[in-house]
């Protein structure tokens, strides 16, 4: 059985597999302001039907399931909620947080096991000002009923429009200790607070570091069951000569469950008028409790 693809015009696309809508691709932003509103993917579902994202918790109102975000962006915020100040700690300022508007999609698939979709976006500032255009695409593939898992590439390609640099960074940049939060970021739900963060080696914490994947395991509330995350960079992503800027892994289990793939955790990086960079991300959703041998057999089975 091929994988489904459903789209209700002006507001989301679902993907879907044996009655189980997988994601939901929301274009149609909520409306807060504060929030930074922008596309996300919630919810996000294993094929067992798991819920394996959070949306809107009372502790950030602006996390939003899977999210492409940036919270330092020359003075902006397109992360959403309160700005982190050098000297004053996180502030309200609304008048710093951005949005992000959806153009249209110029190309839909859906053939065999893949259904995807390219975005046009535009990045805009709070006065209205136009900083960058997006290319994105998503695309679900790898379904596999057998091994309880599938897979979704993130793919990101950012024009800056204004004829100054756009100056990427992080909390952490403007002198809060190990707070990269940034660039593609996942929320999970409540109950995989206190589940158990892996990568490829037994390094510790991952907060920080720089590694090709890293994994997220928990226990299910309300279901006897566990659901396991994989966040994997392509490969260009961690090459110097090739990515704009190192990428270092910002999450935590405690005291909420997130993962982002920070592209400026420890210092800021600039994008020249006129100038792109691009990053593919792998997010494999699946069923159980997979462990480091199991994770690392079956990322070397799904190839770039």
Known sequence: MSVQFTHAHGEHIAVGFRGVELLRYV???DPVAFESPKPYVHPLRTLAGHTVTGYRPSDHRWHKGLQMTASHLSGQNFWGGNSYVPGSGYQELPERIGSMR???FPVLTAEDHRAGLTENLTWIARDGEEWARERRGLLVHSVD????SWALDWTIRLTNLRDEPLRFGSPTTAGREMAGYTGLQWRGPRDFTGG??????????LMGTRTEWLAFTAERDAVDAHSTLVFAHAPENLDPSVAIHPSHWFVRSEPIPTVAFSWA????FALPPGASFAYRYR????DGVWDR???AAHLKDLPW
């Open 145 to 148: 009923a057998e091994a309880g």
């Open 293 to 295: 041998d199991r994770v």
């Open 102 to 104: 959806h153009d249209g």
């Open 27 to 29: 274009y149609r932003p």
């Open 265 to 268: 955790f420890f210092a800021e």
């Open 283 to 286: 997010v494999v959703v699946a």
């Open 196 to 205: 158990t963060v892996f990568g490829p080696a037994d390094a510790g914490s």
